[in-house]
Structures are given as structure tokens and as C-alpha cells.
């Protein structure tokens, strides 16, 4: 097990030093600088910030630079767009934020979705189980960017304690918590069901209930350990892409989260905040992976004897 | 069994009562207008996230307006006109009477947040900081109006010290053809400079090498530059040309002070990244002081109680939220969570409309809506393609039916304002377009090549570039593509003229109509047409030089007409502000530049 997580760790970092310098250098193929303001500057004054921040030296003295800073001294270097601020500012300011709405979100997003996938299995082509997933596809059809502004219309200015947008007061969280609550669940539903029914159709199950074994315990004792297996591997990078902030739902109701920056930094080209997400997000992917794996583990008995 | 079901029971039930209860209460909550109107504070929105509070590294607009709240210049603009100014740190002030040298007499008593007194050397400081070579700020241009401004910012070294040089006069307007890259790679085996004695080509090699012994020092303290600091209430600004409209320029955020002991205390008058315009350490002059940001959440400036016209001040602070999406923002204020929008977005604007009345305003705004034409490109580099492309223009369909109301077609290029009379020269006639067309060799659009009109992704351009493609067609027969890229990849193939249409938009940082039409003279950075007209040039500079206000517009007025006649840019719309505002706010007066004087702005008592 210790061997898998080791293994597992070195490929991670491995992972995450190709990813970051794929986006080292496609970050500078982009056309344009971080410099592009409304009006052109001269030559002379682009010369100059770019001087300041040691972009006119060549694309392998700054990369060089880079992980130098990152390796030495844990510096992702400055925002260029805000300059005076550092990367790891705009991180820390801006992960608690999405760490709490993406938590929400997921808390929601299993209480509905994992529940609903085991009952359209075990309801399997019954009228139940066509409503839970023509309701899940019309979820996962629909895209946040019109589920957002129909929840915050339909009830952020309806019911009075619920908030349109903003992010002043712990009830800011409900709205967009539900919004991407509503579009993982859908997913989840989906791939319970399917795991479900994969576990359902075995002997084993037959067996027990040949032996009389309650539907409860069937499926809480029996099925479900299996049946979990492709709703977990899409919790983990789900999770890690939820709690790194989402454009969309950021945008609606604007919550000050991780996302806006990645689309942001991006038009922006603000270089060095593009890297250091980058490779923030990717961490926390390799992370998340590497848990489920080793939950899966746990869970898994065949897993436990393959290794 | 039973009583452990109560037990277990028990503590879920109150719970859910518990929950009740608190969502009971919170039903009453009141909205964030309600409470920030007992606090007496201003709920803004504010477009975007600042970039920076340092007034030499800020340059967006919703920098500029955070800015404006919590700095004075030496003048205060006003609240109700864009004309007009009135005394700031400076209490009296005198121009000389060929306008090119200003005395400010700063107020004695003026303080910074802090407690330490402002005086004429902050302003000194500030300048010299903008200006400063190695520093890279992006508005020094704003200040090149001062005398050495310019070549001290763009460090040109021979200028500075061959006229400061005592007893010897040089003509520089001689000396700047020279080849000074040559000289000075020739420090060490001079040679005879053609054109100049011997003894003045020895000065100038010894008057250089001593400069690079001496590790090129810096030349701030030039009699060259028109900055200086008589004594700590007295300042000095010594212009390139007559500017009787100075006051109006330096009401911009570039022209303000900045705290020299901070500053030099907090990494120096280079560093960018000094931490002294960040919250707890910005110290800044104006009526308000900066207390809290939290990023894409909301910045909080308080009111200051060292600000000179405290007593005057009604609001005890404002909040401004950075609301990137116009529809959150539209749907926030309709919430009561602002009081003030940024912008409505075209699509909402007859919803909020007929919602609200009372609260929509529709403000006339500095701003031009235009298309950049790339002259050197053929078809386009025919005068008479581009009059048609302009005659077949709409302006008052695209007015009302893409913008919807939230702007005035356009019939020059300038918006009028500031005693300037905008020449009328642009006219919608689709016959005299087909004529024109024919002219150029492209009879009903026959074989005219096919070209490309560039915009940014934002919605309103796009669907502003389809109307404008459907008129061409319609009454032209000549079809056009259209490209939209992200912002930068936009600005990157407008500054480098990889393009042949291009949708622009440009808003006067100062009330002058120069700010727009200097645009399109051969230097200006920002020109990217590559169209210029000796005639123009020889305009613009008299206009510069001309000291009465009449004769000056008109002449600004003859340089817009040969700008006009010419055609560089199809001229569309003049921008309206269209925003919501909550009845409450007094004192909040439309503007064309938009700098609105936010201390004098009031939430009126029966609403509390």
C-alpha cells in the first residue's frame, strides 16, 4: 500500500512539472503581454515594467528563474495586472472561498445525487427510476451559466433570507452551493445507477437474496461498497475542480473564489498568476486522485488483492 | 428501544426547530441597502477588480474612481460640471500670461491620514516618481505637457546636460538630429560631430564621458525641468506650450500627490511592489481613507477625519463592489444589495426601464464609439471605400436597436462638450455610398475583396458588427467577415495593424477635446490607422499654441474636419452611461466624465 502512495506521489510531481511547463511556454505563445493596457504603451515604458519583472531576459533564464523561486524561496512571484500583490496573496485570499462554497456544493451534490442513483438502480426501469434520470439529464444538459441566474432570479428575490449574489453574510453561500450542488449531483446519479446495477446483476447478490437478506441490507451491506466505485473516481477530480472555483457560478453570483482569476489571469496574461493556479489546481488534483485511490483501496477487496 | 429513539430524536427535533427559528429571524434581515443606510454608507458598483492604488501604476477605470476618493490634487473638479474646478491642496493659484507658467499656493494646514503635513515637495516627489525613467508608468504621458517631461521620462541624457552646461548655449532643436546612439558608443575615440565647432563637439564628448564616470546620475534636478518646489506651500510648473486649460488636466488621478515618507519608508520611490498603497498602510489626502479589500468582494474606504472639508462630508464611507457581469449586478440592485450600478447591460435596459423608471439614469458620457480603419490596406486605402463604407452607415438604427437607447449617433468624431462645436459631418445617404463605391472601381460591390472587421468578444460588439455587416450588404452589395478575439489577442492586432476594420472606443481622460484629438496626429501611440496628414499635425500644434480659448476650438474643429474628410475611422456612437440609482442618493449628478465628487454625495435622512 505504502509502495502504491509512494508511486503514486512520484508520478504526481512528475505531473505537475510537465504541466507546468506546458504552461510556462503556451502562456508566451499567446499574442500580447501583461502589459496591454487600453491605451498602447511606448516603447521605452513596455521596456521598462518588462525589465521590472525580468521578462526581457530569455525564455530559459526566466524559466530558470521561475523554479528557482518556487524551490528556494516558496515565491510564485507577482501578479502583473495587480502588481504590489503576490500570487500567493491572491491564493490565499481567494482558495478559502471556493474551499467552502466547493465543499457545500459537494455536501449537496452526494446528499442528492448518490441517493437517487441507488434508488433509480434498485427501481431499475421502473417509473421511478425514468424520473430520477430524465431529472439527472436535463442537470447535467443544462449549463451553469443558465441555472445560475434562473436560481438566483426564481429564489434568490423571492425568499427574503436567500441572496442574489454577493458575498457578505453565510447565507451568500446557499445560491451557488445549490447551483453546482445541482449539476454534480446529476453526474453522481448517473454513475450510481450505473455501478448500482453493475453489482446488482452479480451472484453474490442473487445469493443473498435468495437467502432472504432485507433490501436494506442488500444494498447498504452488499451492493453499495462495489457499487460505489465509478461515483468515487469521479468525486475525487470533481472535488479538486470545485474547490479550485468555478467561472461561471463566480461570475453570477459574484463570489469572490479562485475561478474568476483562471479566466481572468488568462485574457490577462498575467503570467506568473496563470502558473501558480496551474499548478495549485494540479496539485490539488493529484491530491484528490490519490485519496480516492487509496479509498478505493480500502473499500475495494479486489483492489486489496490485486496488490 | 423506545427511549433510545427519544434520545436520539430528541436533539435532531430541536435542531430543525432551532433552524426555523433562525431562518424566521434571518426573514426579517435587512437587505444590505437598509443597513448601509443607517451607516450612512454608499454601496457602488464598481465594474472590475482595482489593479493598483498607486496612482502612478493604476490604469483602469474603476482604479481611477477608488482613487478619486481617497487622493486631492492641487484642484478639486465638480460636482455638477465637467468645466469647472475650485481649490484642492492648492488654495490660490496664478497663470502667467502666456499661460506656460503656473504658481500653486498650497493651503498651510493640509495634512496627510497620517498626521504629517503635505507639502508642495510631495507634489515634487510625485512627479519626479512618474516621470522617472527606470520607474515605467504607463500615464507619464499625461505629464509631458511639462517642460523636460517628456525627455527626462524617455531619458534622453545629451538634452538635460549639454543645456545645463553654464555659459554655453546649445540649440537643440540642432543637436536632437544627431545620431546619439553613435556617440555614445564612441565615448572612448571621439570624433569631429559634423555640424559643430571643435569646441563644441570636445564639450559634448567631455560633457558625456563625465556623465557615464559618473554612473549616470539622475537628472531630476535639471533646470530643464519644469517641476519645482519653491518652498513647502509654493509650486512651480513651467509647460511646453500656452495651456490656459491646465486646471482641467490636472484633475486626473496622475496629477495627484503621494506621500514621500511612506513611499521612501516602504521600498523607495522605484519598488512597484511596495506594500504602501495596500490597506492598514495606504496613507493618502483626500476625503476618504482606505480601510478594507477583500479581492472580487468589496474595498471599503472610510470617511477622513484629517480631510480639510471634513465637517462637509455626509457619507461615513463607500463601498465599492468590483461586479464584472452587468446582469448580477442589475439583479443585486434590484435585490437591494447597491445603490449605485456600474452599467446596464443593452439587454436589461428595457426590463430595468419599465421595473424602475425612477431609478434608471441615462448620463451623457466622454466617450466616442468608432471603427478604426487600417489605411495602408487596399480596398481600404481608398479615400472613397471609406466615405462609402460611411455613408452606408445607420447611426440612428444602431443607436436604437442595438444599444438600445444607450447612446447619441454620432456626427463627428468628438462628443461635444468643453465649448467645442463638433463639426457635422457625417450623414447617412446609401445612394451617395453606391456612388462613391462605383467611383473607387467596385460598381454595386462588384469584385470588392473581401475584408475583415475585428472586435472584441464582448456581446454588444458583436451583435453591433452584424448590424453593421447587414447595412453593407443591404446597401453596398460588399460582404464582410468578422472576427472576435479575447481581449489582449484584440488590442495585440490593433496596436500591430494586423487588421482592417477594427471596433474601438475611446474616453477622454481629461475635459478637452485634445484627449481625442490627438489621437490621430503621426506620434500618437494609440493612432494605429496609419493615416496622418501633414495639415493635421500643423493643426493640432498651432492649437496647442494658441492661448484663446475661441480661436483654439476652432482650430481643433478645422483639424476634426480634415480628420472627417479623410476618414480614418468611421465614427458610430457617443457612449451613454445608463446605470441604476437608488433614490436615496442625493448629490450624484450626471457627468461626462464620470468623476463624480463622492464626499459630496449624501443618503437622505427619511429613508433611515
Known amino acids: 500500500m505504502l509502495k502504491t502512495i509512494m508511486n503514486r506521489l512520484g508520478q504526481g510531481v512528475l505531473v505537475l512539472f510537465v504541466l507546468e511547463t506546458i504552461t510556462f511556454v503556451l502562456i508566451r505563445l499567446l499574442p500580447g503581454h501583461p502589459f496591454m493596457g487600453e491605451k498602447k504603451l511606448p516603447d521605452h515604458i513596455l521596456h521598462q515594467l518588462q525589465s521590472n519583472y525580468g521578462l526581457n531576459e530569455s525564455f530559459w533564464v526566466q524559466y530558470a528563474h521561475y523554479w528557482q523561486n518556487i524551490l528556494t524561496k516558496g515565491d510564485f512571484g507577482p501578479s502583473l495586472i495587480r502588481e504590489g500583490v503576490s500570487v500567493s496573496e491572491i491564493i490565499s485570499q481567494a482558495f478559502p472561498v471556493s474551499l467552502l462554497l466547493g465543499v457545500f456544493s459537494m455536501i449537496i451534490a452526494v446528499m442528492i445525487g448518490i441517493p437517487s442513483g441507488i434508488v433509480a438502480a434498485f427501481y431499475k426501469n421502473r417509473w421511478i427510476d425514468w424520473s430520477v434520470m430524465f431529472i439527472a439529464l436535463v442537470g447535467i444538459c443544462v449549463p451553469a451559466f443558465v441555472l445560475a441566474p434562473v436560481l438566483g432570479i426564481a429564489l434568490g428575490m423571492n425568499i427574503p433570507f436567500l441572496s442574489v449574489a454577493g458575498w457578505d453574510d453565510w447565507y451568500c453561500v446557499i445560491l451557488p452551493g445549490l447551483t453546482l450542488g445541482i449539476l454534480n449531483a446529476a453526474y453522481l446519479a448517473r454513475l450510481t445507477r450505473s455501478g448500482m446495477l453493475d453489482v446488482l446483476n452479480q451472484d453474490f447478490i442473487r445469493t443473498a437474496k435468495a437467502k432472504g437478506v432485507s433490501s436494506y441490507r442488500l444494498i447498504v451491506r452488499h451492493a453499495l461498497r462495489g457499487g460505489l466505485t465509478p461515483a468515487l473516481s469521479f468525486l475525487g477530480p470533481a472535488f479538486a475542480a470545485v474547490i479550485t472555483g468555478s467561472f461561471v457560478v463566480e461570475t453570477c453570483f459574484q463570489v469572490p473564489g479562485m475561478g474568476m482569476h483562471f479566466v481572468n489571469a488568462t485574457t490577462d496574461r498575467d503570467y506568473f498568476l496563470i502558473q501558480g493556479l496551474v499548478l495549485f489546481y494540479g496539485l490539488m488534483i493529484v491530491v484528490a486522485n490519490l485519496f480516492v485511490d487509496v479509498l478505493l483501496y480500502m473499500i475495494n477487496p479486489q483492489l486489496r488483492k490485486a496488490s | ?608
Not at chain 2, 563637439?201 to 519645482?228: H, M
Not at chain 2, 451583435?463 to 495585440?492: F, P, V
Open chain 2, 1 to 608: 428501544m423506545r427511549r433510545n429513539a427519544n434520545k436520539l430524536f430528541s436533539p435532531i427535533i430541536l435542531g430543525i426547530l432551532s433552524l426555523f427559528c433562525f431562518v424566521f429571524n434571518s426573514c426579517d434581515r435587512q437587505s444590505s441597502v437598509e443597513k448601509a443606510d443607517k451607516e450612512d454608507i454608499l454601496l457602488v458598483g464598481n465594474n472590475s477588480e482595482i489593479q493598483s492604488l498607486d496612482p502612478h501604476i493604476a490604469s483602469s477605470v474603476a482604479d481611477f474612481k477608488v482613487i478619486h476618493s481617497l487622493f486631492e490634487g492641487l484642484l478639486r473638479g465638480d460636482n455638477e460640471r465637467d468645466d469647472l474646478y475650485h481649490p484642492g491642496v492648492a488654495s490660490r493659484w496664478e497663470m502667467s500670461d502666456d499661460a506656460r507658467e503656473w504658481t500653486f499656493y498650497l493651503n498651510s494646514n493640509i495634512k496627510w491620514s497620517d498626521g504629517k503635513n503635505l507639502t508642495a515637495y510631495d507634489f515634487e516627489y510625485a512627479y519626479h516618481r512618474l516621470l522617472h525613467p527606470q520607474f515605467g508608468g504607463r500615464y507619464a504621458d499625461m505629464l509631458y505637457v511639462i517642460k523636460g517631461a517628456e525627455q527626462y521620462n524617455k531619458n534622453n541624457r545629451p538634452y538635460f546636460l549639454l543645456s545645463d552646461i553654464p555659459n554655453v548655449s546649445f540649440d537643440w532643436a540642432t543637436l536632437r538630429d544627431l545620431d546619439w546612439d553613435k556617440i555614445e558608443k564612441h565615448l572612448d575615440d571621439p570624433y569631429k560631430i559634423e555640424g559643430l565647432s571643435d569646441k563644441e563637439s570636445d564639450l559634448i564628448w567631455a560633457t558625456l564621458r563625465a556623465d557615464r564616470d559618473q554612473g549616470y546620475p539622475d537628472l531630476w534636478g535639471s533646470s530643464s525641468i519644469g517641476v519645482k518646489a519653491v518652498d513647502a506651500h509654493t509650486l512651480k510648473l513651467t509647460l511646453n506650450d500656452p495651456m490656459p486649460q491646465l486646471p482641467l488636466l490636472i484633475l486626473h488621478c496622475t496629477w495627484f500627490p503621494v506621500p514621500k515618507h511612506v513611499i521612501e519608508d516602504q521600498g523607495g520611490m522605484l519598488s512597484r511592489a511596495g506594500k504602501w498603497s495596500k490597506p492598514g498602510s495606504l496613507v493618502s489626502n483626500g476625503p476618504f481613507v482606505l480601510k478594507e479589500h477583500q479581492f472580487n468582494n468589496y474595498l471599503e474606504v472610510r470617511k477622513n477625519p484629517l480631510y480639510r472639508l471634513a465637517d462637509e462630508i455626509s457619507l461615513n464611507g463607500v463601498r465599492f463592489l468590483p461586479i464584472v457581469n452587468g446582469f448580477t449586478e442589475t439583479r443585486m440592485f434590484f435585490d437591494n444589495k447597491l445603490h449605485i450600478t456600474n452599467n446596464v447591460p443593452p439587454e436589461m435596459i428595457g426590463y430595468a426601464k419599465s421595473k424602475s423608471p425612477l431609478e434608471f439614469c441615462e448620463d451623457d458620457y466622454y466617450v466616442s464609439i468608432f471603427y478604426r480603419i487600417n489605411t495602408q490596406k487596399a480596398p481600404l486605402n481608398d479615400e472613397k471605400v471609406r466615405k462609402a463604407l460611411s455613408l452606408a452607415i445607420d447611426r440612428d438604427s444602431l443607436v436604437k436597436d442595438v444599444v438600445r437607447g444607450a447612446g447619441t449617433a454620432s456626427f463627428g468624431f468628438t462628443p461635444c462638450g468643453a465649448g467645442y462645436e463638433t463639426p457635422h459631418q457625417i450623414t447617412f445617404n446609401p445612394q451617395l455610398a453606391r456612388q462613391l463605391l462605383a467611383e473607387a472601381g467596385y460598381p454595386e460591390g462588384k469584385g470588392f475583396p473581401a475584408i475583415e472587421l475585428l472586435t472584441t468578444s464582448r456581446e454588444v460588439q458583436k451583435t453591433m458588427a452584424e448590424a453593421i455587416q447587414g447595412m453593407w450588404k443591404k446597401h453596398l452589395n460588399i460582404h464582410i467577415d468578422i472576427r472576435s478575439c479575447e481581449w489582449t489577442a484584440y488590442k495585440q492586432a490593433q496596436n500591430s495593424m494586423n487588421y482592417d476594420l477594427c471596433s474601438s472606443s475611446w474616453s477622454g481622460d481629461y475635459f478637452d477635446p485634445l484627449t481625442f484629438l490627438d489621437l490621430w496626429t503621426k506620434i500618437s501611440g494609440n493612432n494605429n490607422t496609419g493615416w496622418s496628414h501633414p495639415d493635421y499635425e500643423a493643426l493640432i500644434a498651432r492649437a496647442k499654441s494658441t492661448v484663446k480659448l475661441e480661436d483654439r476650438m476652432k482650430v481643433l474643429a478645422e483639424a476634426e474636419s480634415l480628420m472627417l474628410s479623410q476618414m480614418p475611422v468611421l465614427p458610430l456612437y457617443w457612449s451613454k452611461r445608463v446605470y441604476l440609482k437608488k433614490p436615496q442618493v442625493r448629490h450624484w449628478n450626471p457627468l461626462l466624465l464620470d468623476n463624480h465628487l463622492i464626499e459630496k454625495v449624501s443618503l437622505q435622512e427619511q429613508s433611515k
